[in-house]
């Protein structure tokens, strides 16, 4: 007997539905694309397990580091409040941090006459002072405001020995 087993697979195949050729066909075109899908989602699956740890480990490391900045915490903060000419309450805070250089504070002056300071109904003088340069045409009314009223009365020798630090939460909404 020479039969091969090809033969016995085919002679063992269950009877087909349809004995007609075009779908029997048909139906094996579909069964293959099936199982070639099949393998493709376990190549995927398995990739997953090589993505997963190679993209984690990155965002991991970014996300533990990314507290080491020493100017993560300002040295100072003032807490700014007005209302706008439509009755709009805003709320912010100027933050500032001594200059530095390579990490290393080397002007705490600036700040510590900030501090020194009575920010009381800072906020309304802000924005009164920046509607002022607004009518006068002048561009960046609210930032320019701020150094007007926040440095108003500091000498220049505060700046001598390094820069001050600054940043803001506040968008400058006149109205």
């Not at 004995?19 to 995927?44: C, F, K, L, N, P």
């Not at 510590?112 to 003088?125: L, R």
Request: hydrophobic letters at 40%; charged letters at 25%; one cysteine or more.
């Amino acid at each position: 007997m020479d039969t091969s087993i090809d033969d016995l697979l085919r002679a063992s195949a269950p009877n087909s539905a349809s004995t007609d050729g075009v779908i029997a066909g048909e139906v094996a075109r579909v069964s293959v694309a099936a199982r070639a899908h099949a393998s493709r989602r376990q190549r995927i699956r398995r990739l997953s397990w090589v993505a997963v740890p190679v993209l984690a480990f990155p965002a991991f490391t970014l996300a533990s580091t990314a507290g080491t900045d020493p100017r993560m915490v300002p040295d100072f903060e003032i807490p700014v409040s007005y209302v706008t000419d439509t009755g709009k309450e805003i709320s912010c805070t100027l933050e500032f941090f001594n200059g530095e250089l390579n990490y290393v504070e080397t002007n705490t002056k600036a700040v510590d006459f900030i501090a020194a300071q009575d920010w009381e109904g800072v906020g309304q003088k802000i924005y009164e002072r920046a509607l002022e340069r607004e009518a006068a045409g002048l561009s960046s009314s609210w930032f320019a405001a701020e150094d007007d009223v926040i440095l108003a009365g500091a000498g220049d020798d505060l700046f001598n020995d390094g820069g001050l630090g600054r940043d803001s939460d506040c968008t400058g909404q006149l109205h």
